[in-house]
C-alpha cells in the first residue's frame, strides 16, 4: 500500500510554527518602521531596527516564515548565486574580493545570531561538497584550487574522483571541491527563533495581515490593511521570490523561480553513513543543479529546479526528483518518501542581490538561492542602513538592472529552462 505523501514543507511538519510565538495583539496606528514579509530578510533587519530603539511591525500576509525561510534545504555555503570569476571581471578585484568577504561574514553572522540569541536550530559547520557532474567540471575545479588561494585566500581542497568514496556513497560523480567553511541548519527552527528575538526586543510580528496599498504622504507612508490603517516613516519589502505588484516598481527587479525538495523516511545510522560519512551538505555542477543533505533526524534530503516553474505538480515534482536521487544513490531504491514540497527563491538579471530604494520605499531581495545566509546578511545591512549605523552597502552600491520584456508574468523562465537543459547534456 503507497503511503501517503504529505507536501507540507517537511521541516514545517518536523517544527511547527510555536503555539508561544508572541504575536501582537493588534496593528498600531504608526510606527517607525513598517516591514512587509516575515523571512530571514524582514526578522533580521526589525531585530537590528528594535535594538535601536525604532518602533517596527512585520507584516505577513500568512504565517510567520511561511515562505521560503521555512522551505529552503538549510544549506548556508560561501559565494551569491553569480560565479565570483563573474563577478571580478564585472566590478573589479577590489569589490570582487569584498563580496566573496561578504558572503563569508554572512555565514559567521548565522552562527553569531543563533549564539547570541540561543537559537536551538541544529546548526553544524561541517563544510559542503561542490561536486563535478563531468570530467570536464573537475578539470576546470582544480583551476579553481590556486584561484581561490590567491584572489581570495581561502582554502578549498580538490577531493579527486578516487578520493570521493571518503565523502559520498555514490558513484556519479568524477571529483569534487571541499569547503570547510559551510554549514547547516534546521530552517523552520531557525526562523522561528529570529521571530521570538525580535519580539523580545518589542517587534510587533502580525500574522495573516494583508497590505492592500502603499501610498506615500509628505514624510511618511500609509499602509492599508486588511487589519486597518498603519502609518509609517520607512517601509522595507523583504519579500524576495513571493514580491507582487503591491510596489509596482519592485515587480520587474526580481524574477520568481520555483525550488523543490523530497524527503526520504529516517535512514538506519548505518545507510546514513555509507551515503554521507563526512556530515557535509552537497550540490552539483550541473546548471539545473541538485543540492542534498541529511536532515538533523537522518533523513535523506533531495532538492532541485526542475523547469524553473513556480507551479509543478508535486507528485510529479516527487517523482522526478527520486529519479534522479536513485541514480546518484541506488541504494536508496525502495525507501519511501514522506514529503514533497516546493518554495519561490528570487533571481535578478544579474545574479546578485540587492538592497535599494523605489518610490520611497526599500527593499533587500535575490539571494537566487542563497537565501539562508545572504538574506540574513542583507537583513541585517538594510536595518543598519535605517538606523544610520552604516551609510552604504556593498549590495546597494551596484546598479539593479531590469529587462524591458519582463515586468509581471515570468513568460520567458520555460525557454531558459530549454537552453540550461541543453547545456546540461551538451556542457
Request: proline share 6%.
Amino acid at each position: 500500500m503507497k503511503k501517503t505523501l504529505s507536501t507540507e514543507p517537511f521541516w514545517q511538519s518536523q517544527f511547527p510554527r510555536p503555539a508561544d510565538l508572541p504575536l501582537a495583539q493588534a496593528l498600531p496606528e504608526r510606527v517607525d518602521v513598517a516591514i512587509v514579509g516575515s523571512g530571514y530578510t524582514g526578522l533580521n533587519a526589525a531585530r537590528v531596527l528594535a535594538k535601536s530603539g525604532a518602533s517596527v511591525s512585520v507584516i505577513e500576509r500568512e504565517t510567520i516564515g511561511w515562505g521560503a525561510s521555512s522551505r529552503n534545504g538549510g544549506m548556508a555555503t560561501p559565494g551569491i548565486k553569480r560565479p565570483i570569476d563573474a563577478i571580478f571581471a564585472k566590478y573589479g578585484e577590489t569589490k570582487g574580493r569584498a563580496f566573496w568577504q561578504a558572503s563569508l561574514d554572512a555565514i559567521d553572522l548565522i552562527e553569531e545570531i543563533v549564539r547570541t540569541e540561543r537559537i536551538d536550530c541544529d546548526w553544524r559547520r561541517d563544510g559542503h561538497l561542490y561536486l563535478a557532474y563531468k570530467p570536464a567540471h573537475f578539470t576546470a575545479m582544480l583551476e579553481k584550487v590556486a584561484w581561490y588561494r590567491d584572489k581570495l585566500g581561502h582554502k578549498v581542497r580538490a577531493v579527486a574522483p578516487a578520493e570521493l568514496p571518503t565523502e559520498i556513497g555514490s558513484r556519479v560523480f568524477h571529483g569534487g571541491l571541499a569547503d570547510d567553511f559551510s554549514g547547516s541548519l534546521q530552517p523552520a527552527k531557525y526562523v522561528y527563533g529570529l521571530a521570538k528575538a525580535a519580539a523580545r526586543c518589542g517587534v510587533g510580528l502580525h500574522e495573516s495581515t494583508d497590505v492592500h496599498r502603499i501610498e506615500r504622504r509628505s514624510n511618511a507612508f500609509e499602509l492599508e490593511t486588511s487589519a486597518g490603517p498603519l502609518a509609517a516613516k520607512e517601509v522595507l519589502i523583504a519579500t524576495n521570490g513571493y514580491t507582487d505588484r503591491l510596489v509596482p516598481a519592485l515587480k520587474p527587479r526580481v524574477v520568481p523561480v520555483g525550488s523543490y525538495i523530497i524527503v526520504t523516511e529516517p535512514l538506519s545510522r548505518d545507510l546514513q553513513k555509507e551515503l554521507i560519512p563526512t556530515g557535509r551538505v552537497f550540490n552539483d555542477s550541473k546548471n539545473f543543479l541538485n543540492y542534498f543533505r541529511l536532515t538533523p533526524d537522518g533523513r535523506m534530503l533531495w532538492g532541485g529546479r526542475n523547469d524553473l516553474s513556480t507551479d509543478l505538480d508535486l507528485e510529479r515534482s516527487a517523482d522526478i526528483l527520486r529519479a534522479q536521487l536513485i541514480h546518484t544513490f541506488p541504494q536508496l531504491e525502495g525507501v519511501p518518501l514522506t514529503h514533497s514540497w516546493t518554495g519561490k527563491l528570487g533571481i535578478t538579471f544579474d545574479l546578485m542581490p540587492h538592497i535599494g530604494r523605489m518610490d520611497g520605499v526599500h527593499y533587500a531581495f535575490g539571494y537566487g538561492g542563497h537565501g539562508l545566509s545572504i538574506a540574513t546578511y542583507l537583513g541585517t545591512e538594510v536595518g543598519k542602513l535605517l538606523t544610520g549605523e552604516i551609510s552604504t552597502s556593498l549590495f546597494s552600491e551596484i546598479p539593479h538592472p531590469t529587462m524591458f520584456f519582463y515586468r509581471n508574468e515570468p513568460w520567458f523562465l520555460p525557454l531558459a529552462a530549454r537552453y540550461y537543459r541543453l547545456l546540461d547534456r551538451i556542457g
